[in-house]
């Protein structure tokens, strides 16, 4: 019968594509995985992998094992999560996925707090996209997410934890820096530069630019908020970029003007999620709290209870 340790190699070597990488990755030496992989397949009867100059390919039946490999690790660590939570709290080890867009700017205040709170609690945070990071927690590769709403899977349990607004800004010698406080209509016929697809921000923005008669710049799609910075304060064109990041990364009105655009409600919403059947559901709620009563309140308006 395959151990854990088999199906953990399986995995590492799936993922990385590379033996000496998966070795890495798994921390042993090349020659112990080699050799306890070599054992798997003889115990299963059959090749996982096809081992080429570019590197190592799954072979068709591996894929499949690789899946049901995962799954069986997850709920191994889940029943092992949840022994240590029960005896120390909120303990072992907790994978939380965010994306690019939140986590740098977020985490910093949040970790801190967690280490005071659950000295016990080792920490693994994954960037992705939001499909990316919420298809990985259905799959049993992370434990929660935080993220931009909407969540499209039915299999995870959404906790909503506040909303940040959303400001538009544009290069200091940009026509719109005259004001600080602009109305819809000034965003009419506007060239508006965004993430690239895949970012909720970026079909949130596509939306914006359709109702105010904007012209979103396909051709100029940033792959992080740093990257679209720097091509707004060229005077490529305006965007729109979530409060934390501007508190985080914006000082000054000579890198990039910030504007208030007088709309209603211009703002993402964001929550926590993690799977419906998760041991960890209570700490869940926990660790959402905690988030609430730290950030909220300074950075963002808290949705009513």
Known sequence: MPTLKQLTYLVAIADEQHFGRAADRVNVAQPTLSAQFAELERKLGTRLVERGRSGVSVTPLGRELVERARTVLSHV?????????????????????VPP?????????????????????????????????QNAVVAGDLDIVLTPLP??????EVHSLFKEPLR???????????????????LKGQKVLTLASGFHLHSQVRGLCDSYGAELLYDYEGTSLDTLRHMVGMGVGIS?????????????????????????????????????RSTIAKQSLEMAALIQDAFAARYATPLSA
């Open 168 to 186: 538009v800004v544009c290069a200091p010698d940009h026509p719109l820096a005259k004001h600080d406080r602009i109305s819809p209509k000034d």
């Open 151 to 156: 969540v499209e899977h039915r299999a995870l």
């Open 77 to 97: 660590q889940e029943i092992i999560d949840l022994a240590a939570s029960e005896k120390h709290g909120f303990a072992g080890k907790l994978k939380l996925g």
């Open 240 to 276: 729109f970029f979530p409060e934390l990041y501007i508190l985080s990364e914006i000082h000054s009105d000579k890198e990039l003007k910030v504007l208030h655009l007088d709309t209603a409600d211009l703002s993402r919403e964001i929550c926590m999620a993690w799977r419906s």
């Open 101 to 133: 867009t939140l986590g740098p700017y977020l985490l910093p205040y949040v970790v801190p707090e967690l280490h005071k709170r659950y000295p016990r609690l080792k920490l693994h945070v994954k960037e992705g996209t939001p499909r990316d990071i």
